[in-house]
């Protein structure tokens, strides 16, 4: 599963792509009120590179890991009511910082005599800085696309892995290990 997740965070062309099937999501232009004029700001060409998977034995918890490139300003801010040539430069872009990772953690169920996995939660590392003082007079717009980002991952990617066909996909592909500890089927986990 961790080997074919791809997600892409960008205004226009949002999607998660797992075990060969996409999802195109919209993730939201946010209007604040600049010092003069209102400001857009979206998200743009964020790309995730790796993706791994692990098993946490204190919890029983499986954990997808995404990590995401940096290049650039991942948040882009612009000035619709700006002159033109001002109109990209008023409004200061964000940043993610540091260690750009999504921790999707997941459940084992029983499905179809096998086991398979469910979306609970999705966690962000990183930090979102706006360039400038304004970051100052606005840590509630850093706040709102930190959650946008977070609920859009974690939305999209409780829609595609808790779909009957991927939870299908996923207990074909656990039989083999199901039958390795001498199981005919697997009816809890």
């Not at 599963?1 to 062309?13: A, E, F, G, Q, Y």
């Not at 179809?112 to 717009?141: C, H, I, R, W």
């Given at each position: 599963?961790?080997?074919?997740?791809?997600?892409?965070?960008?205004?226009?062309?949002a999607?998660?792509?797992?075990?060969?099937?996409?999802?195109?999501?919209?993730?939201?232009?946010?209007?604040?009120?600049?010092?003069?004029?209102?400001?857009?700001?979206?998200?743009?060409?964020?790309?995730?590179?790796?993706?791994?998977?692990?098993?946490?034995?204190?919890?029983?918890?499986?954990?997808?890991?995404?990590?995401?490139?940096?290049n650039?300003?991942?948040?882009?801010?612009?000035?619709?009511?700006?002159?033109?040539?001002?109109?990209?430069?008023?409004?200061?872009?964000?940043?993610?910082?540091?260690?750009?990772?999504?921790?999707?953690?997941l459940?084992?169920?029983?499905?179809?005599?096998?086991?398979?996995?469910?979306?609970?939660?999705?966690?962000?590392?990183?930090?979102?800085?706006?360039?400038?003082?304004?970051?100052?007079?606005?840590?509630?717009?850093?706040?709102?696309?930190?959650?946008?980002?977070?609920?859009?991952?974690?939305k999209?990617?409780?829609?595609?892995?808790?779909?009957?066909?991927n939870?299908?996909?996923?207990?074909?592909?656990?039989r083999?290990?199901?039958?390795?500890?001498?199981?005919?089927?697997?009816?809890?986990?």
């Open positions: 599963v961790s080997r074919t997740l791809k997600i892409t965070l960008d205004r226009d062309n999607s998660i792509s797992l075990m060969g099937k996409t999802r195109k999501f919209k993730v939201p232009e946010k209007e604040v009120q600049g010092p003069a004029r209102k400001w857009k700001y979206f998200i743009k060409d964020v790309n995730s590179f790796k993706s791994w998977s692990t098993f946490e034995k204190t919890t029983n918890k499986f954990y997808l890991f995404v990590e995401f490139e940096g650039g300003s991942e948040i882009k801010g612009t000035c619709p009511g700006c002159l033109k040539r001002f109109r990209d430069r008023r409004a200061p872009d964000f940043n993610w910082e540091g260690k750009r990772i999504a921790k999707i953690q459940s084992p169920i029983a499905y179809e005599n096998s086991v398979a996995f469910e979306v609970d939660k999705v966690e962000l590392t990183g930090k979102f800085d706006l360039n400038g003082p304004a970051q100052y007079f606005l840590p509630s717009l850093v706040k709102f696309f930190e959650n946008k980002i977070k609920d859009g991952i974690e999209q990617a409780r829609i595609i892995l808790n779909s009957s066909e939870k299908k996909i996923m207990a074909e592909g656990m083999g290990t199901v039958e390795l500890y001498g199981l005919r089927s697997v009816s809890t986990v």
